[in-house]
């Protein structure tokens, strides 16, 4: 699960970042209201752990901002004051779920966790990349208006990069989403990720399915 901290206490947010990764999250930290509104609005994320009380930009505003664009992504506020006032604000410009500092570790990550089970329980994304269009909700993709069959790991795969379009993703992410191990064999990776080329790119004359030698794959919006 990818999250973005928004949190304008460093040492705190260094915090949060090395805990979740530990517990096996992928987690980006930024510490202003206007530079997580943009990585927040530039980049997918599962989860954002947004701070209300932020320079720049405060954390109600931000919320409401990328509800405003669509943002369909979980938030939960952080912050250090303490009343049904405060919470019912930050519930009502957007946010999921509203956590008081100081606050323990491991009620956050039981926060995070059942607020990515809600999350995922929304109704799926469609994706429109160029001609290509990958439906999460009816698992279907085409390009250029044509039906393209793939095998359910082979969705699941274009699933993930579509979600993440523009952004690496590495064999050892594509390995944890599938089968929850980052360790498995890379080389399976690559047999599906050629899979995919032969059906969605060499058809059609594109090259949407790129490679970040060294680092992972990449869906570009229209390679061609």
């Known amino acids: 699960m990818r999250v973005l901290v928004v949190e304008d206490e460093r040492r705190l947010a260094l915090a949060i970042k090395h805990g979740l990764e530990v517990e096996g999250f992928s987690v980006d930290i930024v510490h202003d209201g206007l530079s997580g509104l943009a990585r927040a609005t530039d980049h997918a994320y599962d989860v954002i752990i947004l701070d209300i009380m932020l320079p720049g930009l405060n954390g109600y505003r931000v919320c409401s901002r990328l509800r405003a664009a669509g ?14 006032w405060d919470e019912a604000e930050a519930l009502d410009t957007g946010a999921d779920d509203y956590l008081s500092k100081p606050f323990s570790f491991v009620v956050l990550v039981a926060r995070l966790k059942a607020l990515a089970r809600r999350i995922g329980s ?49 064999k050892r992410d594509i390995l ?48 061609g």
């Open 71 to 84: 943002s369909d992504a979980g938030i939960l506020m952080l912050t250090a004051k303490d009343g049904e």
């Open 122 to 170: 929304r109704a799926p994304r469609r994706t429109v990349l160029g001609d290509l269009v990958v439906d999460s909700a009816a698992r279907t993709c085409t390009r250029a208006g044509t039906p393209i069959a793939l095998t359910p790991r082979e969705f699941a795969l274009l699933d993930q990069l579509a979600r993440q379009a523009g952004e690496v993703v590495s």
């Open 176 to 223: 944890e989403f599938w089968d929850s191990d980052p360790d498995g064999d890379p080389n399976t990776v690559e047999v599906h990720i050629s899979a995919l080329r032969r059906k969605i790119d060499a058809p059609f004359g594109r090259s949407a399915v790129q490679t970040a030698r060294g680092a992972g794959y990449r869906l570009a919006a229209d390679g």
